[in-house]
């Protein structure tokens, strides 16, 4: 190594060879990785237009969504605090908890399917879980619509967001729109992208030590592509079964979904983008530190003991996946009239 580097008056100037080092490392990164896009400008195979957009910011941060009216996506999802609530699992109405933590909005668009357990298979379904769910947001589809249709605000947003259908307001469109605003919930040009796209210096030694480790022992086997993960299913305790707190024994996962003995305890790999943002971490949110979490999927995915040192390196290159976050305006919401439902 130092045999590459001649003094040259006083300045140490390299021959090559580390900048072919970072190529090679660039060139195993990309083969596994891809960079988030700049924008999104479809979703299933549809064009997403301006009106579904604007709109669907309008209900992410529509506390009449829920019958509390107290209660948005964005109490759960916090724009500004990485999409998530960093709860280790969220309180929605009347104080509830729920099972799972909250997985981050930002970058979902990109993921195979929606949830921990994968049982949304896009985010226009998904939208319609959380305003339903008792613990969750505590509506009905029926009540969603008699409270948007009670603004003449939304009545026309809808129109405009969904020109030439019959019955534009309804609980199908307002997922429609969400889903449309939440893919621009996207966060490009991070250090690890910047990398990615041949900036040497977006990375430093120790980071670059973390992703050489990230790849050689054998994450990216399910962290992989634009979203490091988010793309299959893994039983979590692969080859060491993880601590009960962090996994709890009520929690099976993917079996709920298809009944299947060997989806015990499935989860979809947890896409890593933005990880630095989103503590606490798994889908049970017991685990607070990011070295704790890298070092529990060593062991119970890999089954192996890595060292601090790997660790403290795998840790600083997850904290390179943080990318540029969505700058949202708060959206002005319309007035409640005398036909919206009181809140409950
Ligand atoms: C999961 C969006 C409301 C808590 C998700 C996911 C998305 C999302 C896209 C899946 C992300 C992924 O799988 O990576 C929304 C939208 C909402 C909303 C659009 C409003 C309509 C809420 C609220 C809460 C909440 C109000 C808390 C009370 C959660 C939790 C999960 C989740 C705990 C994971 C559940 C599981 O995997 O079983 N949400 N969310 N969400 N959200 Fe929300
Ligand atoms: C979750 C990192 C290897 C499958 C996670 C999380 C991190 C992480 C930080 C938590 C993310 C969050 O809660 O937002 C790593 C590292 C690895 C590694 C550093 C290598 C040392 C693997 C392997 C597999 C895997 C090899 C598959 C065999 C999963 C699954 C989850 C997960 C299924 C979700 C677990 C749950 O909470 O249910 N990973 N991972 N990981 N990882 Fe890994």
New binding site residues.
Partial sequence: QTSNWVPLGGLLVALGAPAAHADALRDQASSIFKPIPDSVTEVQGEAITPAQIALGKQLFFEPRLSSSHIISCNTCHNIGTGGADNLPTSSGHAWQKGAR?S?TVFNAVFNVAQF?DGRAKDLQEQAKGPVQNPLEMHSTPKAVEQTLASMPEYVEAFSKAFPNEKAPLSFENMARAIQAFETTLITPNSRFDQFLKGDDRALDAEEKHGLKA?MD???T???NGVNI?GQA????G?VNKPADKV?PVGDK?RFEVTRSGSDEY???????RN?AL?A?????GQ?QD?KE??AI??NA??G?D?SNEEVQS?TAF?KTLTGRQPQIVYPVLPPSTNATPRPE
């Fill in positions: 933590n997985p921990w990230f022992r054998g994450c086997a399910c962290h993960g299913y893994f039983p979590f692969l996994r996962g499935v989860f979809r790999a947890a896409p890593l990880v989103t606490p971490y798994f889908h049970s685990v990011l979490a890298v999927m060593g995915q890999l192996a890595l795998i997850l």
